[in-house]
């Protein structure tokens, strides 16, 4: 069974710049979640889509959106970047989502660097 | 609000040994935790996992341990392999907690 597929691996953007960022989870999984590592942060959580539905939500700014389609796959847009906005972006899939007892497992990530 | 916590950012132990890795948790909420391990340029991997109406759970060389009372959980690996270097993230989450919540992690160095 394939994993979950992060695309792209690697992104420059510049400062005021937008980006979007794609998964596409296990198959069968109807939970996508996204969170972001940076160094000093560790694993901070984005939020939670379950069958095209925002389940859950971090405390992130509203510059950070997601959605997912009808197949599952999800993608993940950051508008106006900001420096700080550097970092890996993680996407998680999981059978039953989270709180459920459902692990959540991990694509490779999105590495995102603002210049 | 650190509400799970590695209050060790590095543990360096001799291939061959126990390692020994540890997590502690605030929210009473929680009732599953799991381990991750993370190698440099790619996501978490699901190591194991232990719901809160057991004390231990045991995949091959793999035994998580958890405390409830204590608010703990540790990672027992053993024996230790030079495979095994890596950064460890536990983790917790609930029905009523919801999301899953990340430690700040441990890098674990096995040594020759």
């Known amino acids: 069974k394939a994993g979950v597929t992060q695309t792209p691996r690697y992104l420059i953007k510049t400062r005021g710049q937008q980006v979007t960022l794609s998964c596409s989870p296990i198959?069968?999984?109807?939970?996508v979640s996204w969170y972001q590592q940076t160094p000093g942060q560790g694993l901070q959580f984005l939020f939670e889509?379950?069958?095209?539905?925002?389940?859950n939500k971090g405390n992130f700014p509203g510059r950070f959106s997601g959605r997912q389609f009808s197949n599952s796959r999800s993608e993940m847009n950051v508008s106006t970047l900001e420096l700080g906005d550097s970092a890996l972006y993680l996407c998680a899939s999981s059978l039953d989502g989270q709180g459920n007892n459902s692990p959540l497992h991990f694509g490779n990530g999105t590495r995102l660097t603002v210049t | 609000d650190q509400q799970v916590k590695q209050n060790s950012p590095s543990l360096s132990v001799q291939e061959g040994r126990i390692s020994i890795l540890n997590c502690d948790y605030t929210?009473?909420?929680?009732?599953?935790f799991l381990w991750y391990k993370k190698y440099p340029a790619e996501g978490p991997t699901f190591l194991i996992s232990i719901s809160s109406i057991k004390d231990k759970n045991e995949d091959g060389r793999f035994t998580v341990f958890l405390n409830k009372s204590a608010k703990h959980l540790s990672l027992h690996i053993v024996p230790s392999q030079p495979g095994d270097s890596a950064v460890y993230f536990c983790a917790a989450s609930g029905r009523r907690a919801q999301k899953l919540v990340f430690g700040q992690g441990t890098r674990l160095t096995i040594n020759p």
């Open positions: 889509y379950f069958s095209e539905t925002q389940r």
């Open positions: 198959s069968g999984h109807r939970s």
């Open positions: 929210n009473s909420m929680f009732d599953y």
